[in-house]
Every structure is written in structure tokens, then in C-alpha cells.
């Protein structure tokens, strides 16, 4: 065994008594701490020794800070005066011991101690948990406004779903923290005044377990990816790791250099963001020349064309309606089919398109599929999927006309059809409602009734 051991920390920031316990066993055992960290403390081999450990907390030091403070050394020399000697600083905490068994109590009085810890908490949680929580109820507003806007889109892509319940994971947590945190201050307050001191209540582990079910969303929401995509992915979190390893090096550095501590922050996170910026650049233009490939059943065009000095592509995606299934009409195709599911609902959007320097024609198509697993949801999909399309109003009055109306659903074998108003005519654009299935349907021709049937036939589940 080395001269030196790192051990998992095991207790929270503010757990003064097991701090204390923690270290007086390890004292026991032979090892004196010498450094202090968020998730490790590191410890020194000594000869085994009983000694009394007594943490206490200075609400104006930090952790960036190049030399503690005239009245942070005023504190520690009185402390020396009771017999207490320095072991180490970490932040806003100081770790003292002695071996003397009639030293006093660093801290006696219940009130200015319950102070101590309040500021100390407010500085490290209050406003970071504040700003947590304004920007996870931005992110949650966001993702349920893109749901409402297109729930079909927003619900069949797993990558979208699984980030509501992992915001709303966190936004708990970090109403919790900040619920605990006003609940202790009464009751703290309280007690002292009574004489007793009531430390915060620790919550090491909830923080880890919220964490663990981010993570395992976040899993669930890429099962489907790609090589390439998870590549991309690895690569992103490698600029993230790198520039908090950056931040964290000059920190230190310029901490032993005796910058001040906002130069030293500053400087420290202004590096670590262009490191960032730079990063994703790279990334991005990566993912621009085709670095990241996508995995099988991705569609790939097989054929381009230039256009009007653009690059146009061609595909050749399988169809569950092709033009052919309607209509004797033998020309050049691009089939694109967009497909995805998630555990609610599966959604697929088809194209059959004429290439622009192809022979002209109007048998072209599209239409979509969506298929509602989750039968709660049928409802508002179909309410969502009609009020797709609104008439525009100004001033109260309607200005141009577009919305579906109901038609006879007998021709398609549906259970609900409806068919596009636009200005002052029908489109041949369809709205079909089956038991779990909901097509919309559009034909760039004047469809026959023949044709009408032989859709809805294929495309009904």
C-alpha cells in the first residue's frame, strides 16, 4: 500500500458529524486527510493516532480563492488558541483537529452556526438551483409546445419522448433541493433559538439515482441510432469531457498563480467555451462530409441530379402504395419513405415524386401513416391531425380558405374521412380514420372512384 490512498467521500458537503466520524476512523486507522474533494478525499499514511476532528464553515471563501482571508486566518489563529490545529480547506469548509481531551467546542452557539451554513448553502445552491430550474422549465415549455404543435412528429420519435419525463425528472430534483433548503432554514432557525442546532438533512444519494434514470432515458431515446449517430455522440461527449478537464486545470493553476478569483474563473470558463464552440464546429463540419454514416435502415438516396446549380437526390425507398398499384403510368421514380416509431405510435411519411429533369407527369404521391398504439391517444391525434390546416382570419374575418371537412367515408371502407376545402374548391387531399390508423393522403391527379377503393384497400390496417 502507498503512501498515499484516495477514498470515495461517502458523505454530503454539510454532514458535519460524519465528516468528523469519518475522519477520526481513518485517523485510527493510520491515514490523515490531506486534500478534500467532491467525490474523493485524499488521505495521507500516518502513524494511528486518536484525535477529535471539529468541520466548520467560512461562507466567504472559495474554493478559487489563491489565499484564504484576513478574517478567514483571524478565525483559524483562534481556533489554534483553543487548541485546534488546521488540516485542510476546501472551499467554504476548514477541517481542524486536536488531540487535546479538554479542548473546547469550535462552535457552541446554535445561531450564528445555523447562519454560517445558510450563507454557505445559499452561495453554493441557491442561485445555481434557481438558474437549474428557470432553464429546465425553458427546455420543458419548448418540448411541449413542439408536441402540441406536431404531436405526430413529436411522439413517434423516440429521441424527442423520452426527454419530458427526463426534464421533468429534474425539475423535481431541483424543486426538491430548493423545498428542503427553505424547510431547513425555518426549522434551523427554530431550533436555534430554542439552543438546539438541526443540520441540513443530507440527500447524497437522490441526486444519483435521478441521475441513473436520466441516463437510462437518454438510452432508450438512442437504442435506434446509427453507428455513425452514436459516433457523433461520443465525439460530443469528448469535447464536453475535455473542456471541463481544461476548466478544471486552469482553475488550479491559476488558483497557485495567485489570480484573483473572478479573473480565474472567468478566464478558466472563456477557455473551456471556445475549446466548446470550437469542438461543435468540427463536429458539425465532420457530420457535413459525410464522417458519421448512417446505419441500415436509414434511407440513402441511389442516384442525383444537379438542378438549377443544386444537387438534387433520388431514391428508391419500398412503398406500401406505389402510383403503379393505380395507374399504368411507366416513368422514372424517386420513392423516399420517412419512417419512425416509438413505444406510442409508429409514423411513416411516402413520397413517389418525379425527378425535375424527368418526363413530366402528374401521377405523383404522397401520404402518411400514422398508427396510435397507446389508445388514450387516438383522440387527440385525430382532433391534432384535423386541425392541421386553418383557415386564415384577419380582423375576425376569414381571408382564405383551408381546413378539412367530413365526407362520406363508404368509398375509402373507413370508419371517418374527411377531405381538404382550399379556397373555393376540394383538393384531392384526404383525411381516413380507421381503428388505430389515421392516413393522410394526397394524389397531384383528379383520382377515380376505382383508384380511391384500390388506396384505401392497401393503406387500411
Known sequence: MGEFRRVPAGFDFFDQEAIEKKLERMAADGWMPVRAGRMFWTYKKCAPQKLRFAVTYFPGASELDPEPGERQLEKEELCAADGWRLVLRYDAMQVFCTNRAGAPPLETDPVPRVENIRLTLSRRLLA?????????LWSLYLQLSQCLRDPVGYLSDVSRLYSIPSWTLLLLLSAFELASYFRWIGRARSAAERGVFLPPRSHRWLPWVILALVVLLFALSRSGDSFGEWLMFVCVLAVMGLAVLLERLLLGALRRRGVRRWINLAVSCGSAAVLVTAGMIAIIAAGIGGLFPAGEGKSEPVDSYEWKGETMYIYDDPLPLEVEDLADADLLWSREARLQESPLLAYGEYSQDIPLTGERSN???????????????????????????QDVVQDGEVVFVEHFEPVDPEPFGADEAWRLLWYDGYMD???LFWDGRMVEIKFYWQPTAAQIKTAAEILRP
Open 128 to 136: 445555481s438551483r434557481l438558474l437549474m430550474l428557470a432553464l429546465i
Open 363 to 389: 401521377y405523383e404521391l404522397r401520404y402518411s401513416i400514422c398508427d396510435v398504439k397507446f389508445a388514450p391517444l387516438r383522440g387527440f391525434i385525430r382532433e391534432r391531425l384535423i386541425a392541421s390546416r
Open 429 to 431: 387531399t384526404w383525411l
